[in-house]
């Protein structure tokens, strides 16, 4: 059946500048490393992103390696783009990447520009577009200059193929490299993509702060550390078709009685406040106001409406915020 986006879908999601640019993007977006692939359901994956877009989600994030196999993230989000979202494309932010392995051969991931430059032709191919909004460098790479790297953004956003740039795992020091190199070529360095959460918080030791100087946002990436801050592990199980199930990036092994300890006090936390465990988890990175967006992953509509449950809560006192500290701190 034909799409036509909900009337209203503007109607509750906050929208946080990013950074000090232009540029505003909602408190939550949506990420298709996982489960938009040539190998997930195709319809599953559909209903997700139109019910983000119904929800006042207008950032979807890719890059050219998602799938599997890589590149067919992009290509599904190509045919949803061409079937369904085509008329709603300025209200749209689209992001992709290069840095990870992409194809045999020297220049198929890291850093130079032969690479960087290739893959954003590729992947605006495979989508089907003119140009993405934010193109990304995915890593540093230690063996390229960053003006190299850097340049090949510039290029790109020179060019009209991207209208932003930014950069993803750079850690603080890197990042001030590349924000000089990247402002020295006339382009001001958008955003950030940086993996956050109640369990993974090395964003707080230095990063974050260059970011605020730079006047650069920071979109939030694994908020949900792939899964276990929400209820999917709570009994200490690994659910059928669960990401833990698969053994890739989240490993089964990883889930030990400490953690499953853990996340049972942060969602007693939860609970106490009429919350999720996933709802708490996206407060708890939306406390901070130089987080700009929460770049969430989810397996289903449902799993992305629970999460955005967090969207019509208030925000977390200071009395929860207190009690979380000394879980995680624990
Ligand atoms: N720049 C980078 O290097 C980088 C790296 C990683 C990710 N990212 C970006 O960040 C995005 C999000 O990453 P992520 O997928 O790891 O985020 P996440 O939000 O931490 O994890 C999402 C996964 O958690 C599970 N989940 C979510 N909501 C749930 C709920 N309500 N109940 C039960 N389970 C639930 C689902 O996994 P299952 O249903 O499969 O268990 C879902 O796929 C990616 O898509 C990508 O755009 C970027």
């Not at 139109?50 to 890719?62: E, K, N, Q, T």
């Not at 599997?68 to 369904?84: M, Q, R, V, W, Y």
């Not at 669960?242 to 990883?254: P, V, Y």
């Not at 853990?262 to 939306?286: M, Q």
């Amino acid at each position: 059946m034909a799409y036509a986006a909900q009337d209203n879908r503007y109607g509750t999601m906050k929208y946080r500048r990013c950074g000090r640019s232009g540029l505003k993007l909602p408190e939550t977006s949506l990420g298709l490393w996982h489960n938009f692939g040539g190998a997930d359901d195709f319809k599953t994956g559909r209903e997700t992103i139109l019910c983000a877009f119904d929800s006042g989600i207008c950032h979807f994030d890719l890059a050219n390696n998602y799938g599997p196999p890589p590149g067919s993230a992009e290509i599904t989000f190509g045919k949803i783009l061409k079937n369904d979202l085509l008329p709603y494309r300025d209200e749209i932010v689209i992001s992709t990447k290069a840095g990870y392995d992409m194809w045999p051969g020297p220049y198929g991931e890291w850093g130079s520009r032969k690479y960087l430059l290739s893959s954003l032709d590729a992947s605006l191919k495979r989508m089907g577009l003119d140009y993405v909004d934010i193109f990304y460098s995915h890593r540093p790479d230690t063996d390229t200059p960053v003006e190299e790297t850097m340049s090949a953004l510039a290029d790109a956003v020179h060019q009209g193929k991207a209208l932003y740039a930014g950069i993803s795992n750079y850690d603080a020091g890197q990042s001030a490299a590349a924000f000089c190199a990247l402002r020295s070529f006339g382009v001001p360095p958008l955003i950030h993509q940086a993996s956050y959460s109640m369990l993974n918080r090395w964003i707080e030791d230095g990063l974050l702060n260059v970011l605020e100087k730079e006047g650069t946002g920071c979109i939030c990436f694994s908020p949900l550390a792939q899964g276990l801050l929400t209820g999917r592990y709570l009994d200490g199980s690994i659910p059928k078709g669960s990401r833990a199930s698969r053994d890739g990036f989240l490993k089964s092994s990883s889930i030990t009685p400490e953690l499953i300890k853990k996340l049972n006090a942060l969602n007693s936390i939860a609970k106490e406040g009429g919350r999720t465990l996933s709802s708490l988890a996206v407060l708890w990175i939306l406390r901070d106001k130089r987080n700009t967006s929460v770049l969430l992953g989810a397996s289903s509509p449902s799993q992305l409406k629970e999460n955005l449950t967090a969207l019509s809560q208030p925000p977390l006192s200071a009395e929860e915020l207190e009690k979380i500290e000394g879980v995680l701190k624990g």
